[in-house]
């Protein structure tokens, strides 16, 4: 910890002053920011450097990879090899929380199980894999051995492992991304270095190793981890380093899943419209993830969609960065914050600047929860529906309740829609990552859950 300091040349208490949400992040309690910033959605995609031809570019490659996928992931063949996860509604965990806060809770609540996607298990299934899928495609095509039209299903051969094994990949990852790239390099032959920082799991690093992935160790933080893979890669042409802070393809992978959810509501009869608003709640770690489906949405859905990024009270860098429009400029280690938590996907002191800048018209607002309250509804969430999530993918099932109960967003509800409206808006928690952890890991933080709550 940090004893005084000052950052950027200001004081803590003079950062206080500027920026009252920062005594709350100080003093680790949960909170939440509203974006005063966020312009109407047309304004916003007028400024904005990435655009929606952009994501149906990022759609259509997944779609030319999908023969690839049925083939070598059987898994995703029901799907015709397109990587997607089910929506569903909770209605059961919606009248604990509303019992619980004894409050009721506007609208329908939904669940975007990206918990379950195949392959990674997270969210990470969109944007690391989709990374991966393009530096192949383009290494193919440089090497004459691609052309237009043809069948994808030939990555699946020796031709192309022998070409790939002569690149390497490299990625610093908290534990989901690893895995995702990871899966996804060592299976189209690439070779492939994930660094973890010290809080990834013990089972990523042994499922990683078992398929052959190099994994490197670090005592330290995520940044550390991304900073030594960035450097080694760096050294190298012939390999493709994955920079989770600042790459756009990634980004672009993420917004692919608002292409699907359209198709998926669509299917569901949810009206999505101003007199239907949808509100999104996304579990943010160094944000290309929670962005990029952000700004899917937002492209698709305009100014009915409002998006929020959740964060731990220890690791909230995004809340962080937008609040003092310092971005990555800003750590929580700065401010004195130790960035520890068990949501290991948002273990994250330092948010990407390119995220907190390209967003910041688009959102409306952060907020950030206790460890705690993760694990309790963990618990409820599991007895409720029977869906078992990993902690980090809790943190957007606070949304909701928050939405009603701190005074900045209600004052942004009565704003944006009036209390009939907002009876008809979709809450949609997104649910990013659990389906891989192991049973006894689980049932861990079940017990730990029903624990807190039984306090
Ligand atoms: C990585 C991750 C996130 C957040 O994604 P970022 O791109 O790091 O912001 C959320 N939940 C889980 C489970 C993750 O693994």
Redesign the pocket.
Known sequence: MLTESTVLGRTWEEWEKACPVVADIRALRETGWRNEDKKSCREAIEDCELTMADVLDAGRRLERFAPYFAAVFPETAPAGGIIESPVREIPRMKAVLEAQEQRSLPGRLWLKM??HLPISG???AR?GIYEILKTAEEIAIRHGLLHEGDNYRMFDSQTFRELFSRYCVGVGS????GLSIGIMSARLGFRVTVHMSADARQWKKDMLRSKGVTVMEYESDYSVAVREGRKLAGKDPYCHFVD?ENSKT?FLG?AVAALRLKKQFEELNIRVDREHPLFVY???????????VAFGIKLVFGDAAHCFFAEPTHSCC?MLGMATGENHRVSVQDFGIDNLTV????A?GR??GF?GQLMRPFMSGCYSLSDERMYGMLAQLADSEGVHL?P??L?GMYGPVLLEKLPAFREYVKQEAPADVMAKSTQLVWA???SMVPKEEMEGYYRKGREILSR
Not at 343 to 346: E, F, I
């Open positions: 990206d918990s997270s969210i990470k944007g908290t534990g989901n991304l989770d990634l993420y996304l579990p943010c770690g160094v944000g290309g993830g929670p962005g990029g995004m949501a290991d996907g948002l994250v948010a990407s995220v990993e980090s993918a943190a990013t990552g659990g």
